[in-house]
């Protein structure tokens, strides 16, 4: 028997992605958006309100970096979606977060998050609050590559969002492989 919820914005995995963009002056500035994905075969998008600052900035300067929480920074990637730009304009310091710009993109990359796809801005739309980039590049820190020299999950500890108990869980191990297991359905 199944429980119905009705309309509600669950989905699971949600990914934790932290995205990054300058403010006028320069100084860097992220927030947390937990609505987002895998657009396109290089394009990613990611949902943004219009009034966040992170919205004003990638609309200005046309480039943004998506990169993706980890375990060992829940609260500060938690305090970068709490407190706004608009507000609290040096928010990552604050989160004792450092950044250095990005090679492909105008944008900041958080030192401390070991993997970031930079991207180019492609499309907003202020009405749904959907940005779309184009993935330029994605660099990944060497602690967290695998002997195969590809990210490793096991060593990223990437973290999803549940929107149903309003907490971030750990991805855990391997279920099955990928293009293979079905095959023995055949």
Not at 130 to 153: M, P
Not at 164 to 175: D, E, F, N, P, S
């Amino acid at each position: 028997m199944r429980k119905n919820f009705g309309v509600q914005t669950w989905l699971y995995p949600m990914p934790v992605l932290i995205i990054g963009t300058y403010n006028d002056d320069g100084t860097p500035n992220a927030m947390n958006a937990a609505w987002g994905g895998i657009h396109d075969t290089n394009q990613i998008g990611v949902c943004i309100d219009p009034g966040h600052k992170t919205a004003e900035n990638l609309k200005k300067r046309k480039f943004f970096t998506v990169s993706i929480a980890d375990a060992a920074h829940v609260a500060e990637c938690d305090f970068v979606g709490i407190v706004s730009g608009n507000d609290t304009p040096d928010k990552l310091e604050k989160a004792n977060f450092h950044t250095h710009k990005a090679e492909f993109a105008d944008a900041p990359i958080i030192e401390e998050l070991p993997m970031t796809i930079e991207c180019r801005l492609l499309s907003y739309d202020d009405k749904a609050g959907c940005a779309v980039g184009e993935i330029l590049n994605i660099s990944a820190d060497e602690s967290i590559l695998g002997s195969d020299g590809k990210i490793s999950a096991e060593k990223l500890q990437p973290i999803t969002f549940d929107p149903v108990h309003h907490t971030y869980i750990k991805l855990g191990a391997v279920a099955g492989q990928a293009f293979s297991d079905g095959l023995k359905l055949k």
